[in-house]
């Protein structure tokens, strides 16, 4: 059997801290369905000591029933010299409903005289006093041991006393915090173990990246004994981020062979990954380990066919296993099985004989040269292919569209939009103003359309993505347009390719309104499951 | 004495083969000029035998005249039967008229059956010959055991031959690559010292990131007695990427006690990361290790008092030590002394009673609330301060601008711009037509300043970045944009904010064409020298 490490999300909290990286409510809870789904263990949802949308999200993240994970929320120890049961801080873990508090205190003695100022011992007290409280009140606890190993080299036999008075008071877990990113694989290792001999309760390791060794870290701690690894998706957090659970994840359990999560579950790390990347509107690096877009990527000068024959010998993992897939970059074999897996999602008939699928996958390689991109744009590639293969209903046809755009010294810009629509074969003239040429184009459209689908109200911008591609040659570049749109249920995503940005704009929007308003497309927009193959290649 | 550890840059080799990494030859030249800067002691700069970019290269480096680094050229092993002598690739090399020659051969039977499809004899003499060759040629000649790790767990004795025999041959370095990315630190650790008892030339090690592990891979071998860390710049590479150098030296030389480079050289290592990550076009992520620009950054959630006064319990080294800086992210003080060093650098007055000092420290306050940041945008802060604090010259003044887009179906969009601005007190009134609105807007913006600034013909836009931000409300949230222009000398950078797309890209413009304009500021526009502190914190 082997060995369980537990994995313990703190995207929703230690996450959000890095720069960039901004969740509202709603993106959280859609995170926490997401990890749910994933299999971590725990879900560090955030410190609701701190500011009022935590406290919103521990109350509405009962509603959504989790089946794997346990919700967490995260404090610090008690003030000095107060009683824990009268600490603000504590108690609002308590109002939050949680079953499990994650709680941090001070293991270095330097930090204990300079930040908290007060005394060794009143430190060890607040330890002990808030581990209890918490216990007294039926809570799981995890008790996370802040700069321990800087504390740990500056005064080994303190911050051994500090573990041990929350190992008393009751903790369930005891977590060791690298806070500064500073330690290396060797000393975590050493260290860990020292202090896995002098607690009985289970170890957890806590490590952020600021010498790109929060993965190593990670695993040198499990491998000496540490059974619970706290780190982020993506590696978000301060500064260089936390443990990337993305790779800690597959190298835990398709490398040294312990389970953190069904293989199932693993299978999902890919979507998962690109998914809260997308809700946080954090850009995916290409090459991210394990999930990213090249991570099993190769260039044609290696011979192809050798890679397609004998994957094993150019990848150290089947890339399946944690849902990414192998990508021969000059293949045009490639793009066409994404489209029978997309096609078959859909229930279309698929058949390679059809001169219509040839076409469209001739289609679909034209624009991807152009520069479009479908991974994130799934409701126009729907549009696409149910177009080509059932063809679809005209919502609307553009006539024509005129926005002018007017700056005077001293004034703000007025921006307006002309729009002439063909709508069942009346044609509609409106005119719009807006803080932008986008909104301008949009509200025009809308304006347009309601007398015929007055159900169009109802749907409304959630993002709107701009990238400027190949920037060698500046303004003459090509722009991607990424829009997501989304009614009361539902969200879907377009894209529009153009040199021009407004005419990328326009691309996006059409397909974003096209889509909500074709009936047999508002059903709910499922992700893909990712394709299992039985096979581990290692 | 530190041990000396070679540090082998393979950005231009390796690094290219990243998914969105293009260098002209012009950008390998300017990168292989800081490198030399940064002290490395090799630089890799292409494959001769693989395409003509790389014998330009290698043609126009000699005139560098490099001080520090040894240019060495890549190549393979002779084809199977056939003599080194008559082996085109390995004549590219010495035709390069490099001193170091890096050639790869096969150290796992699995691949030499399968890939180069030979007797496991003739891959031993295709290695020994071809490190002779180039030996006899009067070369250093660095080999690289391609899939070491991989050969080395599936035949020991096998893999453990073929070095043999390069070091039979000469061969000065033997070099082991986890060419999957597939291992693991401690499998790095054992397997290196194993190679190192079963050769006496020294060892190094070339790792690939594949589990995010391949600085903590790279520090394992050197542990293990290796003695060339092979990586590049940024970590750029195929698939996940090469062992990242601006990781690994800081790690080596801060943390393990090895000597890489001299402190001096360490202290540039920021300034080349961003230098590379710029020519190479590459986003480099806020987080990255060491010289990401959020890589010291505190929130101000912890006391930031004590992070100023204490810093070095809250920073696993001193920034400046690898040329980065501490950020304080809502400090008010850290606005104002990043603003103080800027004014130093630009040799303005900077005076805090000077009411104009404390108005532009608010001014700046207030443009950084609304969405700006400078720290890409150099030259739009330098306008911001010297018109401040010693006025500048009006170079022209908007009256007012206009542009049109109009589309009907099924034709193109035309985009027109009309631009009406007083230069010298004389009203030009100009129309520019475009492939999108910025475009448009930049031509006729030209024109009408042409006849007063002919010069303005020497410049060009040459990147042009847009970022919606706050984007829950979509097309109303803000936009900035960043737009690079360059001469033939020197490049400098703009940002404007903005709801309307269009007008934050008339901030960034007008701000691009002013610095150009504004005679004193056309002096060589200097990267900040890194500042310098003598203590190391750890």
């Not at 499990?100 to 330890?127: C, P, R, Y």
């Not at 307006?416 to 719009?432: F, P, R, S």
Request: proline share 3%; net charge negative; aromatic share 6%.
């Amino acid at each position: 059997m082997a060995q369980i490490v537990k994995i313990f999300d703190t995207t929703l909290r230690d996450g959000t801290q890095g720069e960039g990286v901004s969740l509202s409510v709603e993106d959280k809870l859609k995170i926490a369905q997401k990890l749910d789904v994933l299999g971590v263990h725990y879900i560090e949802g955030g410190w609701p000591g701190s500011n009022g949308k935590d406290i919103e999200f521990f109350h509405r993240v009962k509603e959504l029933n989790l089946t794997h994970a346990k919700v967490t929320a995260f404090g610090s120890t008690r003030r000095k010299e107060t009683k824990a049961q009268d600490d603000p801080n504590l108690n609002r873990i308590l109002e939050s409903g949680v079953e499990v508090a994650t709680i941090f205190g001070k293991s270095w003695d330097f930090h204990v005289h300079k930040a908290i100022q007060t005394t060794l011992e009143e430190n060890l007290a607040m330890i002990y006093d808030s581990v209890k409280f918490l216990k007294d009140n039926g809570l799981e606890v995890i008790y996370d041991a802040e700069h321990f190993f800087d504390g740990f080299k500056n005064n080994q036999e303190y911050a051994l006393q500090t573990i041990k008075h929350a190992e008393a008071a009751g903790a369930d877990w005891i977590v060791l915090c690298d806070t500064n990113g500073g330690s290396l694989p060797d000393e975590v290792a050493e260290i860990v173990a020292k202090a896995g001999q002098a607690v009985s309760v289970p170890i957890g390791i806590h490590a952020h990246n600021d010498c790109e060794l929060a993965v190593a870290n990670s695993l040198a701690a499990v491998n000496a004994g540490a059974r619970q690894v706290q780190g982020t998706i993506n590696g978000y957090g301060e500064r260089c981020g936390n443990a990337n659970l993305c790779s800690v994840i597959p190298n835990l359990q398709l490398k040294l062979g312990y389970s953190c999560i069904s293989d199932e579950q693993l299978c999902t790390l890919t979507q998962v990954a690109r998914y809260v990347s997308e809700v946080a509107n954090m850009h995916m690096p290409v090459g991210q380990p394990y999930v990213g877009n090249a991570a099993f990527a190769h260039k044609g000068g290696i011979h192809v066919s050798a890679i397609l024959r004998h994957a094993k010998t150019y990848e150290h993992i089947t890339p399946e296993l944690v849902g990414n897939k192998q990508r021969v970059l000059v293949s045009e074999l490639a793009g066409q099985s994404n489209l029978i897996v997309k096609a078959q999602e859909l229930q279309l008939n698929f058949d390679k004989d059809n001169p219509k699928v040839k076409s469209v996958i001739e289609k679909v390689k034209e624009l991807e040269h152009q520069g479009y991109q479908f991974e994130g744009a799934d409701a126009s590639l729907e549009l696409l292919l149910r177009e080509a293969i059932e063809g679809l209903e005209e919502v609307f046809t553009l006539e024509s569209f005129k926005i002018i755009v007017e700056k005077s010294a001293g004034r703000g810009v007025v921006t307006e939009a002309i729009v002439k629509v063909n709508v069942h074969g009346e044609t509609m003239l409106t005119a719009a103003e807006g803080n932008g040429p986008v909104n301008a184009l949009d509200l025009a459209l809308r304006k347009a359309l309601i007398p015929h689908y007055p159900d169009i109200q109802k749907i409304h911008l959630t993002d709107y993505k701009v990238r400027v591609f190949d920037e060698k040659d500046t303004t003459a570049a090509k722009v991607r347009v990424l829009i997501e749109t989304a009614d009361a249920d539902n969200s879907w995503n377009t894209v529009g390719v153009s040199e021009n940005i407004i005419e990328a704009s326009w691309n996006a929007l059409a397909d974003s309104i096209r889509y909500a308003l074709i009936g047999k497309t508002r059903v709910e927009h499922k992700q893909p499951e990712p394709q299992r193959l039985g096979v581990i290649n290692h």
